[in-house]
């Protein structure tokens, strides 16, 4: 059975710093792995995508990696604002149209003005 | 084009009440999944469909709880006789249905019961 863990689970940081979340899976058959945004009492948004044959993704001030055979992934945030404040959700896609996505409990993320 | 929908946004029921949360794939989407999150808890799938099947209901509880994805109209996600235990996040995601592809949520519905 898949598991995520992320670590940490809460962090707290001065505006300007860069800053790594990390992801762990165990299962390193996977299809894909998300990145995913959630703000308090809201949706999820969809922040990276990396395919499984795919090493890293980047978006704006994000920087995504994926070492599949260690099951780790790790979100690279630069330069922190406090618009980033939110929890960080990884989650893995097995694929095979079963089971949809298993996700992490998240990263809650503070960025101190 | 309109994102994820799902209303209601907020709902509220008794206990032994019936919940019925409707979810509106993207357009040109006809793949759901049905997600929830407990209370401190990360989000755990419930239910895949395609339009009129379902695909894998593995993380759905046996008792009170159905969904469908008809030809015509949302998904729904129907809860019967609600306990307090089903207060929850409950979110929708929809995808082309293709492998590799990104999946999308909705705004999700916040359940309570009271």
């Known amino acids: 059975k898949q598991e995520v863990t992320q670590i940490p689970a809460a962090l707290s940081v001065p505006e300007g710093e860069n800053l790594v979340l990390n992801c762990s899976f165990t299962?390193?058959?996977?299809?894909?792995l998300q990145w995913f945004r959630q703000d308090p009492g809201k949706g999820l948004t969809s922040l990276l995508l990396?395919?499984?044959?795919?090493r890293e993704q980047t978006s704006g001030r994000l920087n995504a990696s994926l070492d599949k055979s260690s099951g780790r992934s790790t979100l690279y945030i630069a330069a922190s604002q406090p618009g980033d404040s939110a929890t960080y959700l990884c989650?893995?896609?097995?694929?095979?149209?079963?089971?949809?996505?298993?996700f992490g409990k998240g990263t809650h993320l503070i960025i101190q003005p | 084009n309109a994102g994820v929908m799902q209303n209601p946004r907020h709902l509220v029921r008794r206990r032994g009440q019936e919940a019925r949360l409707r979810c509106s794939p993207m357009?040109?989407?006809?793949?759901v999944y049905w997600y929830r999150q407990l209370p401190e808890e990360g989000l755990k799938f419930m239910v895949y469909?395609?339009?009129?099947?379902?695909?894998?209901e593995s993380g759905m509880p046996k008792e009170r709880f159905s969904a469908e994805f008809p030809k015509e109209g949302p998904s729904i996600l129907r809860i019967q006789q609600v306990v307090r235990g089903d207060s929850a996040a409950y979110f929708c995601?929809?995808?082309?249905?293709?492998?590799?592809?990104?999946?999308?949520f909705g705004q999700g519905t916040r359940l309570t019961v009271v």
């Open positions: 995601a929809s995808s082309p249905g293709q492998l590799f592809t990104e999946a999308f």
């Open positions: 469909l395609q339009k009129e099947n379902i695909i894998d």
């Open positions: 299962d390193s058959a996977i299809y894909n």
């Open positions: 990396i395919q499984s044959s795919q």
């Open positions: 989650a893995v896609f097995r694929g095979g149209g079963a089971d949809g996505l298993t």
């Open positions: 357009k040109g989407h006809s793949h």
